[in-house]
């Protein structure tokens, strides 16, 4: 009997690690590893949404932030929507995150978590947490893509992730990419790895929170139309 997809991804996070070397100041945080409880919200997230066999639509981050899914184990998702909007509460710790607010406004748009998370699967080239260590001694969230010498040793490591993320059944004729910078270091991979066919880009909800918060409004019905069109062979750039 073949596996549901939730069963597949809670395999791909409980097996999740990253060995390859990392600049100067730089580490990786493993909610799955440094949190228990992390790993119980997760299980429970992805065999609540992800029971089934469908295949979903694949959009991409850049790597989880620290009060994210580094700490509840779910892309976009801190501890607040993780329990208001999904049901499922997280008692060692409370988080609030810019981005998971944006995109929760745009799920809560799409129809709810039940219908949003039937057709999409969320997740990252770099799936765990990179922190910097700034002057003060702060860890701060850092991208994968802020310096040279991070892509290039993290490189091999995301394409190989990426090539996990796609064998758990999703459809890869059209990716959604959050972020414009993110989707140029996309563009890299995919061209070495042959990995999507099309590639929506859509700004990255960090940006819009911080940015521009005053047409918040008009970006969530941007990303309700890049969502919901069908895949005319057009790349979309919103």
Known sequence: MSKDLSSKI?????????NGELPHGFRVMNPFLDLPETMEVMQEFYKKFYNDNKKRRFIIGINPSRKGAGITGVPFTDTKR????????????????VSS?????????????????QDFYINSPFPLAITQKAK????????????????????????????QHISLGLDTSEVYILGKKNAKFIEKLNQEANLFDKMVVLDHPRYIQQYKFKERELYIDEYILALHQENDGLDVYL
């Open 10 to 18: 809670i395999e791909f996070n409980q097996n999740l690690s990253y």
């Open 82 to 97: 993780l329990e208001h909007v999904c049901g499922i509460k997280m008692e060692s710790v409370r988080t609030h995150e």
């Open 101 to 117: 607010v944006f995109l929760y406004d745009v799920i809560q748009a799409y129809g709810g978590p039940e219908k949003f998370y």
């Open 136 to 163: 003060n001694g702060n860890w701060l969230n850092a991208n994968y893509y802020d310096y040279r010498e991070l892509f290039d040793m993290t490189k091999d490591f995301m394409i190989e992730s990426l090539r």
